[in-house]
Every structure is written in structure tokens, then in C-alpha cells.
């Protein structure tokens, strides 16, 4: 079992349980129904209880939200394997990975076994955590590396993922903290918040100062964009039903993409800072593989498919590596993008967890050494640049409204 608690507040007193576990957990109607099929799925200050059960301010509520045991007779949805995988963070609701650039992600026709996704689960099933489903929080392309997410149940895989669409930033740059007691759910028991790194790391917030969630990207364009900070706000749509290739285009879906030069690194004089300039490539004119590269610091505000790769070759400066939206593969034999760092409020616990990958050693040896404390710095200066202008978008649509 895998209880999520919560106090009634005074705005609840009276209400029946499902008002309180949607209202105050968020629990989906789903999962409620699910909980009561349940011998102790729901409970009142310990005791088993109806889901419209009256409940008074002060009491604590309970929901079980364990992953719903596979019948006698049903294949698992997704086939353990065991394989090569690196842990970045665990604990009972998520599991972090850190993805391999050439690593299929998910089983889908062609690789039904030996992606990450059967990995994970023999993983899961070697501990015997009764997770009989696959949750990613997110995706990666098949070209991409590093930082991945998967949660191990549904409540947890719901949570994480409004967190991550959400827009709210933490104050102090990509580290945030945790939220007031009350105002999200506790886990029941023993929790293992500090999980087990490897390479990566993994950080639970301190105090109480507010929510946050993002996904920080590196990568390395090629060329030079004229400005060291960028938005590319430009809707994206696919080119056609007989390819995965998209294209900006009106009739898309909204997709913006916050940029900020790292470093250029122009040809034989290797990596300069992002005020230096050159003679090489300039910003519009997509670069050769011989030619000058930069490395950016990406922070999506949207998610959609190929986003980072369609916009920047969008503004002309198409990742390197990245063949299918222009890019020359001279240099690195895929597109050069990293999943690089992610801050979410944790399904559970209600604090707020910051999850990091190491750079992949190919992107590393196209950029040479990375000073953990200037990206840091500058992670920290681009979420803050971001906030300002989605706090500026939002007083745009409410004067519009």
C-alpha cells in the first residue's frame, strides 16, 4: 500500500471524502473509485471509511495509491528486462534515469524489448514494488541523452506531470523548496527521500518558500545567434502523416523556447564567451560542420515533439548532429541535446526535488570542460528571465480577458 495524507482545512469541514481527496490531494474520481474496491483504501484518522463519508476540519484523511495488482493471467503491459541502467534518483513514487543518446526509450513496433522502458521495469520488478505498469513523466528522443523521469504509480504519474506543465518558478533560481504544511499531501510512513545517485544528483527542498517545475536543456547549435538570450515563440505543427519531421507553422500548437549563449566555440580557436565575436558563422545562416558552434542553455516553457530542434533551426542555428532539421554531422553523430537538469514539486511529499544529469560525454568532448558553478549561475539567470516574461504573458491575457 501507498497512502497519501492529508488534514481537512476549515474550508472542507462538512464536505464528504472524494471533496476533500479531489479538492485538497487532487486525486483524480478514477483513483478514488479505484481506492474503494479496497479493503482500507480510504481512511478517517485511521479507520476505514466511505468515500462520502462526512468529514470535520482537523481530521486526517488517507487514500491508497498504490499501482493496481496485474489479474491472474495478464501480461505485463511493458516486459521486464534486466540491462544497463543508471539510477540519478529513487525513491517510492519516482524513479529518475539518466538515458543513453542512442537508447530507445519506450517499447513501441520494431523494439518491443532491450529499451530503457523494459529496463526500468525489470528494475522495479527485481525490487518487487508491485509498480505493474510503465509511468514517463516525459520523453526523450531516440537521439537525445540524459535526464528521464518515470513515476510508479498513477497518482504520482498524474502529479508529476502537472508539475511540469505547470508555470510556476522557484524564487532562488532552479533550486526550490517546499511548500507550507497543509498545502500538499504527506506520505504515510517511512519515505526514502534521498533516493540513491550515481552520477547525477538529486535534492529535496528545505523550508517552506514556494512550488516550482521546469526542464533545463544544454545543447550545441551550430553558428552563432545574435543576441546571448533568446524567445523563440512560434507554433509547431508535423510537416505531414508520412513523416515525424515538424515545422513551425500557425496552424500549430503554441511552443516557446527560452535560449541563452553559453559559449562559442569557433573552429580552431576553441570555446569563447558569449560576447566574443568572429569572423565565422552569423545569426540566420546555417553553419558547416567545419564551421563555429555554440553552446546554449535551453529552458522549455511548452513541450512539444522536437521543440528545441525545430526552433532553433527555425532562427537558423539547427542543433549539430541533427540531420533532419539541417544540422551537419561532422562533429557528433547525433543532435547535440542533453537533458540536463529538472525541478518538480514531488507528487507526494509536496517539496521540491531537483533532479540533474551529468553532460554526455560526446556533447563534452565537442565543448571541452563545463564549470559546474558558472552553468549553475547562468541556469539560475535564465529561469529568472523566464519567470519575468511568463509572469508578463499572464497579466497580458488576464487584461485581455
Not at 479505484?34 to 483504501?41: I, S, T
Not at 495509491?65 to 495478464?74: M, Q, R, S, Y
Not at 526514502?192 to 526542464?215: P, S, V
Not at 500549430?252 to 535560449?259: D, E
Amino acid at each position: 500500500m501507498r497512502y497519501v495524507t492529508c488534514a481537512v482545512d476549515a474550508d472542507h469541514d462538512g464536505r464528504p471524502l472524494w471533496g476533500v481527496l479531489e479538492d485538497q490531494l487532487h486525486v483524480s474520481r478514477a483513483l478514488i473509485r479505484r481506492a474503494k474496491g479496497r479493503c482500507g483504501g480510504l481512511l478517517v484518522d485511521g479507520t476505514a471509511a466511505r468515500s462520502t463519508q462526512p468529514v470535520r476540519a482537523g481530521q486526517l484523511v488517507a487514500i491508497d495509491v498504490a499501482d493496481t495488482p496485474l489479474v491472474p493471467g495478464e501480461e505485463l503491459p511493458v516486459e521486464p528486462q534486466a540491462g544497463p541502467l543508471e539510477i540519478l534518483y529513487e525513491d517510492e513514487d519516482l524513479i529518475a534515469v539518466n538515458k543513453p543518446a542512442d537508447q530507445v526509450v519506450h517499447p513501441c513496433p520494431g523494439h518491443r524489448s532491450g529499451t530503457l522502458g523494459n529496463f526500468v521495469m525489470g528494475h522495479l520488478y527485481a525490487q518487487g514494488s508491485g509498480c505493474a505498469r510503465l509511468y514517463p513523466v516525459h520523453r526523450l528522443d531516440l537521439g537525445t541523452s540524459g535526464l528521464l523521469l518515470y513515476a510508479k504509480n498513477a497518482y504520482a504519474h498524474q502529479r508529476a506531470q502537472a508539475s511540469l506543465h505547470a508555470q510556476t518558478i522557484a524564487p532562488d533560481g532552479v533550486r526550490g523548496h517546499a511548500v507550507p504544511d497543509g498545502a500538499a499531501g504527506h506520505a504515510a510512513g517511512p519515505t526514502r527521500e534521498g533516493g540513491h545517485t550515481t552520477r547525477g544528483r538529486g535534492e529535496a527542498g528545505g523550508a517552506a518558500r514556494a512550488t516550482a517545475c521546469g526542464r533545463l536543456y544544454l545543447a550545441v547549435c551550430e553558428g552563432r545567434p545574435d543576441r546571448p538570450y533568446g524567445v523563440v515563440d512560434a507554433p509547431i505543427m508535423r510537416e505531414s502523416d508520412l513523416t515525424i519531421r515538424r515545422v513551425v507553422d500557425e496552424r500549430g500548437k503554441r511552443a516557446v523556447t527560452h535560449y541563452r549563449v553559453l559559449a562559442e566555440l569557433a573552429g580552431e580557436d576553441g570555446p569563447r564567451g558569449a560576447d566574443g565575436r568572429d569572423d565565422g558563422c552569423h545569426a540566420g545562416e546555417p553553419c558547416g560542420a567545419g564551421e563555429g558552434l555554440s553552446l546554449i542553455l535551453v529552458r522549455l516553457e511548452t513541450g512539444r515533439t522536437h521543440q528545441i530542434r525545430v526552433h532553433m533551426a527555425h532562427i537558423g542555428h539547427p542543433l549539430a548532429g541533427d540531420i533532419l532539421y539541417g544540422g551537419s554531422p561532422g562533429r557528433i553523430g547525433r543532435p547535440a541535446l542533453h537533458s540536463w537538469r529538472m525541478w518538480l514539486t514531488h507528487p507526494v511529499t509536496g517539496r521540491c526535488l531537483a533532479l540533474e544529469a551529468p553532460l554526455a560525454q560526446d556533447i563534452e568532448a565537442l565543448v571541452g570542460p563545463v564549470d559546474p558553478d558558472a552553468l549553475a549561475a547562468q541556469a539560475g539567470w535564465l529561469v529568472g528571465k523566464a519567470r519575468v516574461r511568463g509572469g508578463a504573458a499572464r497579466e497580458d491575457a488576464r487584461a485581455r480577458a
